[in-house]
């Protein structure tokens, strides 16, 4: 590893923290490389080389060595994301605010880019459960788009909004997790760039834009909801002192989560309120730096007198009939238009989207089926992707590993079609896009924006 040299006072304002070993700190820093760590999908099952569960989420595994994810099929399919292990955490949290719970919730992740976190929750939901990822800075939103398409489900909404575009949407969800916005200094060892942003004047702007965040997005949760906030930081005034400030304010009831002493995670207090924290230290975890914590409102919320449903599109019956085909259990979905777009969400969720669509900006609803040309469906990446899609309706066609990454870099591919039409391209049985399959010619409809364009591993 390259020496890491520490930003001037940077671990003098660690040294009262909670769980703070300065030797064991440097050590894991200056010569234990970072692991490498995968979520994997519960949705879509493959056989995965991995070396050890990460304690605190059951889908979460450690790798080896790195390898080159541009270069593996699987990646692309969506059966696995890679994710740093500390963060995996927020599986923990959820699991445990969840479990004597099944009515259907709605989960809101304000800082939902690049998606680690949002495809964490959405393996952590059922069907009717609805996920609205939101994402603040536009440019990332598809980064965060195509990643939950690669995950698969229809139970999803992604927002380009600020947090305080959430004011109006008055105790509309039932939990809410803000990964904010922080120093990063959790950081410095997978990014020692990061060292270079880190000044004590950069924590007090990060504690001031926690709190407006915060503020902001408080209204849009619901009585006994839930809030779950974490950052990358080691620093007192964006982590506890944020907890205190949420007791004071919005008289927020900390919330206890059990952890296992085996894991190396500390558990903290924030100085006035006692609220609860869980930080994690490299070297004590095998993972990177990362501060948790969930909190309960007690205060009530006004109900919002807009959550009410709006008529259904006026589509044709004929039209809705084809695209119902295509997917597996088509009476469970609400079907709609978007331009020329056919698409579908769970129907138990046609209320909600329709409040959010007054609401937000909305940039991705359920899956995106494709378009009608007569009689025909032009299939979408989305649907490929989809786990709700009916395989038994389209052609399908099996490569081998050279002939899939031939197919990622959008090239041709070395088959000889049999049958003629749209073919969904698969790998170890995982669907990766579509092609046309044409008498002499095989046209490969991988979209041109995720194409691989490396070299080489």
Not at 18 to 30: C, D, L, V
Not at 38 to 63: A, E, H, M
Request: aromatic share 10%.
């Amino acid at each position: 590893m390259v020496e890491q040299i520490f930003p001037e006072n940077f671990l003098a304002s660690l040294s009262g923290e909670p769980g703070f070993e300065r030797e064991n700190f440097i050590t894991a820093h200056q010569t234990i490389e970072p692991p490498t760590s995968i979520r994997v999908n519960p949705f879509k099952r493959s056989t995965l080389k991995t070396n050890g569960q990460v304690p605190w989420c059951p889908d979460g595994y450690y790798l080896d060595t790195r390898p080159s994810f541009t270069f593996d099929p699987l990646f692309h399919a969506g059966c696995y994301y890679v994710q740093e292990a500390s963060s995996m955490f927020i599986d923990h949290i959820l699991k445990y605010i969840r479990q004597n719970e099944d009515e259907p919730i709605k989960i809101l992740d304000l800082c939902a880019a690049p998606g680690g976190k949002s495809t964490l929750i959405n393996s952590a939901i059922g069907n009717n459960d609805l996920l609205v990822a939101n994402e603040i800075i536009k440019t990332r939103v598809p980064v965060l788009r195509d990643n939950l398409n690669r995950w698969g489900t229809a139970n999803i909404i992604i927002s380009n909004n600020d947090p305080k575009d959430f004011s109006r949407l008055s105790g509309f969800f039932d939990i809410i997790l803000v990964d904010a916005p922080c120093s990063g200094s959790g950081m410095f060892r997978k990014d020692p760039s990061a060292m270079n942003e880190w000044s004590e004047a950069s924590i007090n702007l990060c504690h001031e834009r926690q709190e407006r965040i915060l503020a902001d997005i408080y209204p849009a949760l619901k009585e006994n909801g839930h809030l779950i906030y974490s950052t990358c930081s080691y620093s007192h005034q964006e982590n506890e002192d944020i907890l205190d400030w949420l007791c004071q304010k919005f008289d927020m009831e900390s919330l206890c989560i059990p952890i296992n002493k085996d894991w190396g995670i500390v558990e903290t207090e924030s100085d006035q309120q006692k609220a609860r924290g869980y930080r994690f230290y490299p070297g004590k975890v095998k993972g990177e730096g990362l501060f948790a914590a969930c909190l309960k409102k007690k205060g009530q919320t006004p109900e919002s007198s807009s959550f009410k449903t709006k008529g259904h599109q006026k589509l044709d019956l004929r039209e809705i009939g084809i695209v119902k085909t295509y997917l597996y259990i088509p009476d469970d979905f609400y079907y709609f238009t978007v331009n020329d777009d056919w698409l579908a969400i769970n129907k138990v969720h046609k209320e909600g989207l329709d409040t959010l669509q007054r609401h937000l900006y909305i940039k991705k609803s359920g899956i995106r089926l494709g378009k009608l040309m007569g009689n025909d469906l032009i299939p979408d990446h989305e649907l490929a992707l989809s786990i709700h899609m009916n395989k038994d309706t389209v052609l399908q066609a099996e490569l081998d590993y050279n002939q899939a990454i031939q197919y990622l870099r959008r090239e041709n591919i070395g088959i000889n079609p049999v049958e003629k039409g749209w073919t969904l391209m698969n790998f170890e049985g995982q669907p990766l896009g579509w092609a046309k399959l044409l008498p002499r010619r095989v046209n490969n409809y991988y979209p041109k924006e995720l194409r691989i364009l490396a070299a080489s591993p």
